[in-house]
């Protein structure tokens, strides 16, 4: 099938006001980037699924800067309809199964046909960019940081995530290359802030707990504790949205992989005592001395690639949790 390419009023779609298609809009990082599309003046189609609702914070956009369009991204026709009636220039896609998926099979299902569904969309309706959202996940199982892009990664993948985005990526770049598109992949750091919902990460669970003056539950860990020098690179959900836009809207791009996330290792401990900095007297008794074993050494992000796009995380591990557990506070959860 022949590219199509966009022209309203005699003018290609380069030279007017642009829709960036965002997949996954919905969700916890979805949602700040769609966010931060807006405030830098873009217009954004945001894909949803199954559910119906709009959040507030969106629904003055709704209708002249921001569309919600109902998409299976598994289902090649709505995805094609979608780019074809908004009249799409760009993709996001940060497509991911629900924390309680209903099964592996579904998992693949969405990473394998979705994946294919959006690269051909952009290949048919000639795209200019898509941007996947990829994870610091992918370097799991090597020693330690800082973890740069061109780093060889393990082949061995013991969680879905670390599976499922480094098979997106390679089938990713593979089927760019052979279609002549620009694809980017976008290693997105252990996230937290606004509109986290799933309660996985402990960050969260510090947080939530310190703005309504309770203990966390760590309930479902082993021994009901965790490890205080366990170490990730926690970045605040408002510094990626801002990466992310920084690298999709980049008008050349010199590397197909790129580190979105803080650029620093941070502890439990460290995160809890921002948390107690934040909140003075909050608690968090689950904390237990030491390692879990075979956790990584400083697992940090080499940033300087990002650093060309002009991107540089705004918020310290300080300041990120003291506007988290400010914005808990205004807006429970």
């Known amino acids: 099938m022949a590219r199509v390419r966009w022209y309203t009023c005699g ?20 949602l700040n980037t769609a966010l931060r599309f807006l405030e830098a003046g873009q217009k954004v189609v945001i894909s949803q699924h199954s559910s119906r609702r709009v959040p507030d914070v969106l629904k003055s956009e709704i209708g002249t800067r921001a569309f919600v369009a109902q998409m299976d991204v598994t289902n090649p026709y709505e995805v094609f309809e979608v780019v074809r009636r908004h009249q799409i220039e760009s993709i996001v896609n940060l497509m991911a199964p629900p924390a309680r998926s209903l099964s592996t099979q579904a998992d693949y299902h969405l990473y394998t046909a979705g994946l294919q569904n959006v690269l051909e969309a952009a290949r048919t309706f000639g795209l200019r960019r898509v941007s996947l959202g990829s994870s610091v996940a992918v370097y799991g199982g090597l020693p330690a940081g800082p973890y740069r892009e061109d780093t060889t990664l393990p082949v061995s993948s013991p969680t879905q995530v670390s599976a499922f985005k480094k098979g997106m990526e390679m089938h990713a770049h593979f089927y760019a290359a052979q279609a002549k598109l620009d694809v980017v992949a976008l290693r997105i750091g252990s996230i937290y802030g606004p509109f986290y919902y799933s309660m996985h990460n402990p960050i969260s669970r510090m947080c939530h707990a310190a703005a309504k003056n309770t203990e966390p539950d760590f309930s479902d860990r082993p021994d009901g504790k965790i490890s205080e020098d366990d170490q990730a690179d926690w970045t605040y959900v408002k510094d990626v949205a801002r990466g992310i836009q920084l690298v999709h809207t980049a008008e050349k791009l010199p590397h197909r992989i790129y580190n979105i996330a803080s650029g620093r290792a941070t502890s439990n401990r460290d995160a809890f005592d921002a948390v107690r900095k934040a909140v003075p007297g909050a608690r ?21 690639r990002a650093k060309d796009v002009g991107y540089q995380p705004e918020h310290t591990l300080e300041t990120g949790i003291a506007a988290y557990i400010d914005w808990l506070r205004t807006n429970p959860q």
Do not use: E, V
């Not at 003018?11 to 979805?30: E, K, S």
């Open 284 to 304: 968090c008794s689950a904390l237990k001395p030491g390692k879990t074993p075979g956790a990584s050494t400083n697992p940090a992000t080499d940033l300087s």
């Open 11 to 30: 003018y290609p779609a380069t030279q007017r006001d642009t829709m960036i298609l965002i997949i996954g809009g919905m969700g916890f990082i979805g």
